[in-house]
C-alpha cells in the first residue's frame, strides 16, 4: 500500500525534523514533530487493517483497541503516544509551557523506538507487501 509508506516516510522525516530542532535549541517544536511522527506511524499501522479515522483522539484510541488490547504490541507503546499527545497538546498551546532538552530528547529515542517497532510489525506480519519498507 502506497498509503501506508507514505504514511511512514513521513513519519521519519519528522524524526529527522525533530533532531534538527532539538540541536537549534526549539523543543517544543521537536515534541511536536515526535508526536506528529508517532501519529503517523500509528495511522499507517491503522491502515495497514484497511482503519481510517478523522481525529487524533480516535487514531490513538483505535491503536490502543486494535494493537495494545490484543497484546500484539506492549501497554507501555499506548502509553508513550498518549505522553506524546500530551506534550504536544501544551507544547503547542500553553505559552507558560517549557519543554527542557532532556525531555526532548527522550521523546525524540521514544518515537524513534515507537515506529521501529511498527516498521518490524509490518515487515514480519504482513510480509512481502511491506518489504520494502525501510527502518529508521
Do not use: W
Not at 511522527?37 to 479515522?53: D, I, R
Not at 490484543?70 to 498518549?82: G, Q, R, V, Y
Not at 519543554?99 to 511498527?118: P, Q
Amino acid at each position: 500500500m502506497k498509503e501506508v509508506a507514505a504514511l511512514l516516510e513521513r513519519a521519519r522525516k519528522y524524526l529527522s525534523s525533530a533532531a534538527s530542532l532539538i540541536a537549534l535549541s526549539d523543543y517544543e517544536s521537536a515534541v511536536s514533530r515526535c508526536y506528529y511522527a508517532m501519529f503517523y506511524a500509528a495511522e499507517s499501522l491503522l491502515l495497514s487493517k484497511g482503519l481510517t479515522f478523522s481525529s487524533h483522539k480516535a487514531v490513538i484510541s483505535a491503536f490502543g483497541e486494535h494493537f495494545v488490547k490484543t497484546a500484539i504490541f506492549p501497554k507501555e507503546m499506548s502509553k508513550e503516544l498518549n505522553r506524546a499527545f500530551e506534550k504536544r497538546q501544551v507544547s503547542d498551546y500553553e505559552y507558560t509551557f517549557v519543554i527542557s532538552k532532556e525531555e526532548s530528547e527522550a521523546l525524540l529515542k521514544s518515537a524513534t523506538d515507537f515506529i521501529e517497532k511498527i516498521i518490524r510489525y509490518l515487515k514480519l506480519e504482513e510480509g512481502e507487501k511491506y518489504e520494502n519498507i525501510v527502518g529508521c
